[in-house]
Nanobody, 124 residues
């Protein structure tokens, strides 16, 4: 069983930055593709970004491309989401997810393991 623990959420002003972290345990980190999803109030959970097991392949949702960067540290068993130029529309609960697959996934159903979520609020 894989456990994922997110951190780094909080309140930030529009235009500001936050870095989310997600640390895993229970499986070798390099066995896992990693992703970030988000869910706003009354909304479905949407794909944000994903990174392959090696870290060589990344993919982003159109809404965040160019502002957000996903990365991973395979020594620290941690995946990061650097979020810049934040907008109130980015306010949501952000979830870290892990998948046991070769292809980087962009859909919820492709991920087997989920964190508890961390809240990001962008407001002045």
């Amino acid at each position: 069983q894989v456990q994922l623990v997110e951190s780094g959420g909080g309140l930030v002003q529009p235009g500001g930055s936050l870095r989310l972290s997600c640390t895993t345990s229970g499986r070798p980190f390099t066995d896992l593709g990693m992703g970030w999803f988000r869910q706003g109030p009354g909304s479905e959970r949407d794909f944000v970004a994903a990174i392959s097991k090696s870290g060589l392949t990344t993919t982003y949702a159109a809404l965040v491309k160019g502002r957000f960067t996903i990365s991973r540290d395979n020594i620290k068993n941690t995946v990061y989401l650097q979020m810049n130029s934040l907008d109130p529309e980015d306010s949501a609960t952000y979830y870290c997810a892990a998948q046991d697959a070769v292809v980087v996934g962009i859909e919820e159903k492709e991920y087997q393991y989920w964190g508890q979520g961390t809240q990001v609020t962008v407001s002045s």
